[in-house]
């Protein structure tokens, strides 16, 4: 009975995994997204402190964040084209 039942795990153990493996990476790029934009509001906030303090770069800081925050808004669509591709 337990070689029966061993080898019935073992069976369904590949695609049990694969199914916690998509999960897995599919919570990774959530919380990635969500880390990324926590970094993207504080170097918004990090350039409007430099405009206010009157740095020379703070037109480039706010580009970048800006740049950043745009990408990260669009990473889900651009995702889903390269898997179109594929």
Request: avoid cysteine; aromatic fraction near 10%; glycine fraction near 8%.
């Given at each position: 009975?337990?070689?029966?039942?061993?080898?019935?795990?073992?069976?369904?153990?590949?695609?049990?995994?694969?199914?916690?493996?998509k999960?897995?990476?599919?919570?990774?790029?959530?919380?990635?997204?969500?880390?990324?934009?926590?970094?993207a509001?504080f170097?918004?906030v990090?350039?409007?402190?430099y405009?206010?303090i009157?740095?020379?770069?703070?037109?480039?800081?706010m580009?970048?964040?800006?740049?950043?925050?745009?990408?990260?808004?669009?990473?889900?669509?651009?995702?889903?084209?390269?898997?179109?591709?594929?």
């Amino acid at each position: 009975m337990k070689k029966i039942l061993l080898l019935f795990l073992f069976l369904l153990a590949p695609s049990s995994w694969a199914v916690s493996l998509k999960a897995s990476a599919d919570k990774l790029a959530q919380e990635t997204t969500r880390i990324g934009f926590g970094l993207a509001l504080f170097g918004l906030v990090l350039s409007a402190v430099y405009f206010m303090i009157g740095r020379q770069d703070a037109g480039q800081k706010m580009t970048q964040a800006l740049l950043g925050v745009f990408i990260l808004m669009l990473s889900p669509s651009i995702l889903s084209f390269i898997k179109g591709l594929a």
